[in-house]
């Protein structure tokens, strides 16, 4: 009775060791083994080799170890260092997607910090057009405009709390403006500053979003609509940042905006009275022009004058 009590102890005391070894050999997502040597002495050989401008024989040893060794204590450095290397052979994509492999798989690392640094880095020279990829191995032209946002998307992704993903999200706004994508520069703009309100970049953020909309005038597309968005920007702006030193030129444009608002809309008056012969609605537009005289005199006084004439019209043509 006593072996077979014995016996029994042991088996509990067994059991919870083997509940908790992982049979399959696989260590947590992220997780790094205890130690590797032989991964230590392929990243010592690459480094050697590196030095030595010998980059295709140190790539080939880093992809084998960062292929086989994946969980090696050293597999972030040969991450970092093969990306490194890309960048010297000027393959820039190999070596941004190897950045994000050391960000999104090591983020305890103290090197996850200078991986998305990096990447930043990269994006940011591949949005001023600093940053060329061979063509047909005949000439060298700037990074599609694909790929840019994708890498600026993925440092603001990576690091949505880190004054790098407020940077980046600022520096793809300046790009959707260098391609005239005004639309699109709009939308960035203002999710930098709904997003990072207390960012660095927020107060010109807020600007460009006035200056943009305003911009739409002097592009052909001048409409009430418009200026009317750049207005409200405009006092965003004024509202949100009181101190900064563009504020008094900031409300200086809201005055001139609802001058030209004013104008617009006696535009709009005229165009019913002499091309389209609406003069109910012209009668509508002067009448209410006239009442925004403290916000444009000459505009009111010209109105009052069309006003009157339009009146006549309208009698002469209902005598007909």
Known sequence: MRLNLHLLLCAVAVLPLTMCQNNSGLLPAGALQASDP???????EAKKLVAQNELS???????????????????????????????????HRDAFEEYEKVVTRYQSSPLYTTALQRQLSMAMSAAKGELKVGVLGLWSAELDSTAVEKWLESVITNAPYND??????SVLAQYHVRKEHYDRAIVTYTRLVERYPDSRYAPEAQLTVAQLWAGNVTR???????????????????LRFPKH???????????????????????????????????PSAIFC???????????????????????????LMNTAKAS
């Not at 032989?38 to 010592?44: H, S």
């Not at 409300?251 to 002499?274: F, I, K, T, W």
Request: hydrophobic share 40%.
């Open 220 to 238: 052909g597309s001048q409409n009430m609509a418009n200026l009317s968005r750049a207005q409200e920007a405009y006092e965003e702006f004024s």
């Open 164 to 169: 790098m993903a407020a940077t980046a999200m």
């Open 245 to 279: 030193k563009d504020a008094g030129k900031a409300l200086a444009e809201v005055s001139n905006l609802r001058r030209l608002m004013v104008q617009q809309e006696l535009d709009v008056g005229r165009y019913y009275m002499e091309r389209s012969r609406e003069y």
């Open 286 to 312: 002067f009448e209410n022009v006239i009442r925004q005289k403290d916000v444009n005199p000459q505009a009111a006084a010209e109105a009052k004058t069309l006003l009157e004439k339009t009146k006549q």
């Open 38 to 44: 032989e991964a230590d002495n392929m990243l010592a």
């Open 57 to 91: 024989d140190a790539r080939s040893i880093l992809k084998d170890l960062v292929l086989n060794h994946d969980l090696a204590p050293c597999a972030p450095e040969a991450r970092l260092l093969l990306g490194e290397v890309y960048q010297k052979q000027n393959l």
